[in-house]
């Protein structure tokens, strides 16, 4: 194993544990770099499986230089904004800091599920819901259109 990493270290090239090292310096660059300045909802193991240039690209001072005005960007931004919009209505509906009358109401008069049912049709899932669908690919209708 030595005489495989000295001959690979003779010709610039690493091998072996030489490889794993150099690796983990190069990954652990990487992510300390996309923590200082890339996307924070990132795992390390997705930025230890990006290319250099990607980690380098994605950042706020870059996205400003750089803006994405494509159909796909400006359709992703508009639905996320009006999913931000669905999100904030579920919450104001909670009533106001967290005291919910509404919904004591509906549990008083027994008309729950009614009441949820119908934020469900008006919000769309709530962002639990969304991300239970995600983690598990189970996908409810989206209702909130429009």
Do not use: C
């Amino acid at each position: 194993m030595q005489e495989g990493n000295e001959f690979a270290e003779r010709l610039g090239l690493s091998a072996g544990i030489s490889h794993d090292e150099d690796q983990y310096i190069k990954d652990t660059f990487k992510v300390v770099t996309n923590a200082a300045m890339g996307n924070p909802n990132l795992t390390e193991e997705q930025v230890e499986g990006m290319s250099w240039d990607r980690v380098k690209a994605d950042n706020p001072i870059s996205d400003w230089q750089h803006p994405d005005f494509s159909a796909k960007s400006v359709e992703q931004a508009q639905h996320d904004i009006g999913q931000t919009w669905k999100d904030t209505g579920r919450d104001l509906s909670n009533g106001p800091m967290g005291f919910n009358l509404y919904e004591q109401v509906a549990k008083a008069t027994g008309h729950e599920d009614d009441v949820e049912a119908a934020r469900d049709q008006l919000f769309g899932p709530s962002p639990e819901q969304r991300q239970q669908q995600a983690e598990t690919g189970v996908r409810t209708p989206p209702g909130g259109e429009g």
